[in-house]
């Protein structure tokens, strides 16, 4: 058991962590927060206080036993604190760096009340960067179950799902439409934030599952969903395909040379190096003055990333206040750090042209908050005679995505009214046999969250095709029908594919 701590016997401050110099990481895409020190980790996990309704544990999306692996850190038991966490979660270096754990398990710290938060997203990190620096695997004994399964898609949902068929013992095999495995997390999410060498090691973990990767493979071009569980011969199937379709205002000027969406501009920079041009041959001409639309995470990856590729000057033009930004705080900070100018309670309403078909200015609108709207955050309304405008050759919006349309137009998958794919409460589709899971279900989420709906998928998909769970089956207190039938219990009742 651990020692008996109060909120006045631990360590009073958060440990913060090191980070480079906001005039020198402009300047470059290497990391800018640089971990937690061994001695900075120990400190930082005395202040846990080991509570026994463990809220943070329900707080994280995938359960981690937060408690647990800190515990573990604070015994110097190391690789016992990563066999915890990577017993739900096989990302650690890359949760601990991009999930939002100010609003998910430290938003419910205890000592919060009083205190800042423990640091677990820092402390997670710091196990998952032990774990690749000192190449430590987590590969249990696997059973082969003889079931094959498909996997759409090698974002953090599908790598989720992935990584728990295997474990039950099935050929996986994953399909990703881009050359590289990783999803949004190579495309989306800079090397500053999440280094791509730190991707890479934590999928090399997978494939020690034995998953397979199959990339520049489109599903839904080079053959449909039907076909994977027909002709292709699987027996259950994952879509987690995420949503990158971008959206625009629709404003006058949106088809000018110089506006492009953020996805388009990270997916250049970070997964096709473009800014390592002309050592790579993937074309981005970066602006002189950048005008970003938008508040959110992909916003401030944007306007850091146009920084380092040799803009003069960056805004942030969002229709709302800092208050609201969908931001991480974190985020915001490193921005304003970094340079970048914001314009806040402004709204675009045309780009400019200069005469040849390019950008030369941004037209844009004051505004002020009224009453709530349906997202509980205050709807901005125009300030009348207040445009103005702002003089940038390059405008990116990072204002949301939305599902990409060739699955939907390619199968039989049942779609709602904004092109997700609609799932029951268990993530099933309307084909059986498929399940679909992370924002192409719910729309633009966290990483963690995906994760959480690609191990709930997984979990749904085991029953399905009758593979035991020992930590379903074997509960002491069994939940659902009682009584059995032919000695079978009746919860375990399932049905079985009959093939002619």
């Known amino acids: 058991m651990p020692p008996k701590k109060t909120i006045r016997t631990i360590p009073q401050e958060r440990t913060p962590m090191q980070a480079q110099d906001p005039q020198v990481r402009a300047t470059n895409f290497a990391e800018v927060a640089c971990g937690y020190t061994l001695e900075e980790a120990l400190r930082e996990a005395e202040r846990c206080l080991f509570c026994p309704d463990e809220p943070c544990v329900r707080g994280c999306p995938v359960e981690i036993d937060i408690p647990g692996f800190i515990l573990d850190i604070t015994e110097k038991n190391f690789h ?161 395909t995420g949503a990158g379709y971008p959206t625009f205002m629709g404003i006058p000027g949106e088809s000018l040379a110089g506006v492009l969406s953020a996805n388009e501009l990270l997916t250049r920079c970070n997964l096709m190096r473009a800014r390592d041009f002309p050592a790579y041959d993937t074309p981005l001409q970066p602006g002189r003055r950048v005008a970003v639309i938008g508040a959110g995470n992909t916003a401030m990856d944007a306007m850091r990333v146009c920084l380092r590729l040799g803009a003069e000057t960056v805004f942030c033009v969002y229709r709302r206040t800092r208050t609201e930004a969908p931001a991480r705080v974190e985020e915001v900070h490193h921005a304003e750090e970094e340079g970048i100018e914001f314009h806040w309670l402004t709204n675009p309403v045309e780009i400019l042209d200069d005469g040849e078909n390019s950008v030369r200015g941004l037209r844009c609108q004051r505004m002020e908050l009224g009453e709530p709207d349906e997202s509980g955050r205050r709807r901005p309304v125009p300030v009348p005679g207040s445009e103005f405008e702002i003089d940038v050759d390059m405008v990116v919006y990072a204002i949301g995505t939305n599902a990409n349309p060739i699955l939907g137009q390619t199968s039989s998958l049942r779609l709602n009214e904004r092109g997700y794919i609609v799932t029951d409460g268990s993530l099933a589709t309307s084909i059986a046999g498929v399940w679909a899971g992370g924002d192409i279900v719910t729309g633009a989420a966290t990483v963690i969250e995906a994760m959480g709906a690609g191990r709930q998928a997984a979990a749904e998909m085991k029953a399905y095709l009758g593979l035991r769970d020992s930590e379903v089956v074997y509960l002491p207190e069994r939940t659902g029908s009682t009584g059995k039938r032919f000695g079978i219990d009746l919860s375990e009742h399932n049905h079985v594919r009959v093939t002619a």
């Open 80 to 240: 016992g604190a990563y066999d915890k966490i990577t017993d739900t979660n096989l990302l650690p270096a890359i949760c601990g760096r991009v999930c939002p754990q100010e609003t998910q398990c430290e938003g419910v710290c205890t000592i919060a009340d009083t205190l800042e938060p423990v640091a677990i997203g820092r402390l997670e990190r710091f196990v998952g960067d032990m774990a690749i620096a000192e190449g430590w695997e987590s590969a249990p004994y696997i059973e082969p179950s003889g079931f094959r399964v498909a996997i759409v898609g090698s974002g953090p949902a599908g790598m989720a799902c992935a990584a728990d068929m295997a474990k039950a013992g099935c050929e996986v095999t994953v399909y990703e439409v881009f050359h590289e495995p990783g999803g949004v997390l190579k495309y989306g999410i800079p090397d500053f934030r999440l280094p791509n060498d730190v991707i890479d090691a934590e999928i090399e973990k997978l494939r020690q599952l034995g998953i397979r990767f199959e990339c520049n493979t489109l599903v839904g071009r080079l053959f449909t969903v039907e076909d994977l569980l027909t002709e292709m011969g699987f027996h259950a199937v994952f879509i987690g």
